[in-house]
C-alpha cells in the first residue's frame, strides 16, 4: 500500500510541474522528475521517445503554445501492482482532459479561439521516486471534430465530450482497499478471456457473451471516429458486432501493463492488437492489410460486473498502416 501511495504521489509532483510550465521550460520540467533511461510511448505522429526533453520540446511545447491557458481536468487517478510482470512493478493511471483555449495551431489544427478539450490517458511506471515509463494516450480526432474537422465518415456510435465516472469517485488519492482493486482486476480478466474465446464461427449471441460480465446498462466511451453507445444491445449494434464483422483476423499482442486499484482499472499495449481488415469499418472500406491498434482501456466496475470503459485506440497510426494518412489530408483540405 505505501508504494502505491509513494507512486502516486511522485506523479502528482509531476503533474504539477508539468502543468505549471511554460512552453519554454518543459523539457526541464520533464527531466526533473522523469529517469534517464525514460521510454514515453505517445499516439502518431509522436509515437515513441527515450529522452524527457525530447518528449517536452516534441510533444508540450508546441501543444502548450498552441492550447493557451491550458489545465488539467482529472478524472481517474488510481495505481496498482502491474500484472503483466507477476505484480512486481507499479504503475499509476489517470485519465481526463487538457482543456485551453485553442488560439494556435497545433498539427495542421485550425485556431478555433474557443474552448478546447483533448482527451487523454495515460500510465506511469515509477522506480526509486522517478518515473521510467509513460504511456500517453490522446484523442487527436476529437480534437480534430472540435476545430471543425471531419476526420472521419459519419460514425456508429455518439462524438461526445466524455465525462469522467458516474459515480464521480475516480480519483483514488487516498489508500484503497485492496480486495476491491482484486475484485476490478477479476472482473477486466473475466470480460477479456471472453473476448479471446470468439471467433467468427461462435454460435452464442454476442449480447448473451457481453452479459456475463457487463451492466445492462453499460457505457462504452470509445474514441472519435466510433464514438460512445449505451447499454448492451446498443454496444453490440454500435460497436462490437461492426468490429468483430470486420476484423474476423486478429492477432493479441498482450498488453504492457494490467492494473486495477478500488473500483477502476485498465491496460495498455504497444500495440494490443494487430487485426486485418476484411470488412468494412468507420465508413471506411476493406483493405486486406495488417495493422496495429494501440490501446489504453479504463473501467469502472460496479459490484461483479463492469458499469463503464473509457477507449483510447491509435486510429491515425492504425488508418495509416491501411494507407490513408488522416493529418496529411487534413492539412490538405484545411
Given at each position: 500500500m505505501d508504494d502505491l501511495q509513494r507512486a502516486k504521489s511522485v506523479v502528482r509532483a509531476y503533474y504539477s510541474t508539468l502543468d505549471k510550465a511554460a512552453p519554454g521550460d518543459v523539457a526541464n520540467a520533464m527531466t526533473a522528475h522523469c529517469?534517464?533511461?525514460?521510454?514515453?510511448r505517445g499516439f502518431h505522429p509522436f509515437n515513441e521517445m527515450h529522452d524527457p526533453a525530447e518528449v517536452g520540446e516534441t510533444f508540450w511545447a508546441p501543444f502548450k503554445s498552441a492550447l493557451a491557458n491550458c489545465h488539467r481536468r482529472l478524472d481517474l487517478f488510481f495505481a496498482g501492482r502491474n500484472e503483466i510482470d507477476d505484480f512486481k512493478s507499479v504503475w499509476v493511471g489517470s485519465m481526463g482532459h487538457l482543456m485551453g483555449l485553442l488560439d494556435g495551431e497545433w498539427l495542421g489544427l485550425r485556431p478555433t479561439r474557443r474552448i478546447a478539450m483533448?482527451?487523454?490517458?495515460?500510465?506511469?511506471?515509477?522506480?526509486?521516486?522517478?518515473?521510467?515509463?509513460e504511456a500517453k494516450f490522446f484523442d487527436i480526432p476529437h480534437l480534430m471534430m472540435q476545430a471543425g474537422m471531419n476526420p472521419f465518415p459519419p460514425q456508429t456510435g455518439a462524438h461526445l465530450v466524455q465525462p469522467g465516472p458516474a459515480t464521480h469517485g475516480g480519483l483514488l488519492f487516498d489508500p484503497q482497499d485492496a480486495s476491491e482493486g482484486e475484485a476490478t482486476l477479476a472482473a477486466i480478466n473475466r470480460m477479456t478471456r471472453d473476448i479471446s474465446k470468439w471467433s467468427g464461427g461462435k454460435s452464442e449471441p454476442l449480447v448473451e457473451e457481453l452479459r456475463r460480465t457487463w451492466h445492462e446498462d453499460m457505457i462504452w466511451w470509445g474514441p472519435?471516429?466510433?464514438?460512445?453507445?449505451?447499454?448492451i444491445p446498443r454496444y453490440a449494434e454500435q460497436h462490437s458486432g461492426p468490429f468483430r464483422a470486420a476484423f474476423r483476423e486478429r492477432t493479441f499482442n498482450g498488453h504492457l501493463c494490467k492494473i486495477a486499484e478500488g473500483h477502476f482499472g485498465?491496460?495498455?499495449g504497444w500495440p494490443n492488437l494487430t487485426l486485418t481488415s476484411h470488412g468494412g469499418f468507420m465508413g471506411m472500406p476493406a483493405t486486406g492489410k495488417a495493422g496495429d491498434m494501440r490501446v489504453i482501456d479504463m473501467y469502472r466496475r460496479e459490484g461483479d460486473k463492469l458499469a463503464e470503459n473509457w477507449i483510447f485506440i491509435d486510429l491515425l497510426h492504425f488508418w495509416k498502416q491501411q494507407g490513408l494518412d488522416v493529418l496529411e489530408r487534413m492539412k490538405a483540405v484545411g
Open positions: 529517469s534517464a533511461e525514460f521510454i514515453w483533448l482527451r487523454y490517458a495515460a500510465f506511469h511506471k515509477v522506480e526509486d521516486g522517478r518515473i521510467t515509463e472519435a471516429g466510433i464514438g460512445a453507445t449505451y447499454t485498465g491496460f495498455f
